[in-house]
């Protein structure tokens, strides 16, 4: 059996594990949160170097893209350097691949129609391909990483924004604290209602689920949301707050979604190759072979409709 482990920056409330089997494989999934500790993120990693299968960074990520180049963030590097042994990933290779393929399959089977729907990425940086592929669609988006790192009151209007907003402050960003970025630990428990006008400007609201959940109004008004990483806890929650449907990328395992560094390890795992040497054409023909598609769940009465 195939241990694929991801050590979070996140709660460990959301802890779990799940077996499933792929093309003939075995797989332990393990997901441990450390609560926002850096110190006991490194020492996980480094424990575990050479004794599961696959080591993921969960609740945080190696570093983000933006217009084509690579940002790594200080704190997370100087730990991922001493995992010798074990494949690291962080998923960027599935939000470069899966997400991409989520969003045009979504538009082919025509479940949205992104050309006529107003679209609210809560962090577009973080979510790199979903963002160039709406784009590439023609999406009306506006893109919150202003708001949802920045705290700012305002959003982005495109992608070219976005990505002139990036270059300038990227170099800087990923020196900080990860945790001035990013909620980590128990601030991923927590909800703040802000940018109310934002979320219900949009159709459809994507990007990471703890992005989102951090702002969420009281009542989505049936809204769409398009994310992964969730839970039972997280399924009913969006319910409570009147979203319409949720979609999600990675398949449903037990009940919940895991994240796209788990899933990314399952694939390392199955191509029996260091992730440097894995093209986006090879992600993407294995994610074709397992049939990997999005799972749509409506979570209000048929008769209210979704957008």
Not at 53 to 70: K, P, Q, S
Not at 89 to 102: F, H, I, P, S
Not at 177 to 188: C, D, M, V
Not at 194 to 216: N, P, Q, T
Request: proline share 5%; with cysteine; net charge neutral.
């Amino acid at each position: 059996m195939k241990h694929v482990l991801s050590v979070s920056l996140g709660s460990s409330r959301r802890d779990s594990c799940a077996e499933i089997k792929l093309i003939g494989e075995r797989f332990l999934l393990e997901r441990r949160g450390t609560d926002g500790s850096l110190e006991r993120f490194e020492e996980l990693m480094v424990a575990n170097d050479g004794t599961v299968d696959c080591l993921c960074v969960g609740g945080t990520n190696l570093g983000l893209h933006c217009a084509g180049r690579f940002y790594p963030f200080r704190d997370i590097g100087r730990i991922a350097r001493k995992v010798k042994q074990t494949p690291l990933v962080d998923g960027a290779g599935l939000k470069n691949t899966l997400e991409r393929q989520t969003v045009r399959w979504l538009q082919e089977r025509e479940v949205i129609d992104f050309t006529t729907v107003n679209v609210l990425v809560t962090c577009g940086i973080d979510r790199f391909g979903l963002a160039e592929t709406l784009d590439e669609i023609g999406s009306r988006v506006r893109f919150g990483d202003t708001m949802f790192i920045l705290g700012l009151p305002w959003a982005l209007p495109s992608l070219r924004a976005l990505q002139v907003l990036g270059r300038a402050l990227l170099p800087i960003a990923v020196k900080l604290p990860f945790r001035w970025i990013y909620p980590t630990g128990t601030r991923q428990e927590s909800i703040t209602p802000k940018y109310r006008r934002h979320y219900l400007w949009a159709d459809v609201i994507a990007g990471d689920f703890h992005y989102i959940r951090r702002h969420l109004p009281e009542n989505l008004g049936g809204r769409t949301v398009l994310t992964n990483t969730t839970t039972a806890e997280d399924v009913e929650l969006l319910r409570a707050r009147g979203a319409g449907r949720l979609i999600t990328s990675t398949p449903v395992i037990d009940g919940r979604t895991y994240a796209t560094n788990v899933m990314e390890g399952v694939i390392v795992c199955l191509l029996d190759r260091s992730p440097d040497d894995i093209s986006s054409d090879d992600y993407a023909n294995l994610i074709g072979e397992l049939q990997w598609e999005p799972s749509v769940r409506d979570l209000m009465p048929e008769e209210e409709g979704n957008p």
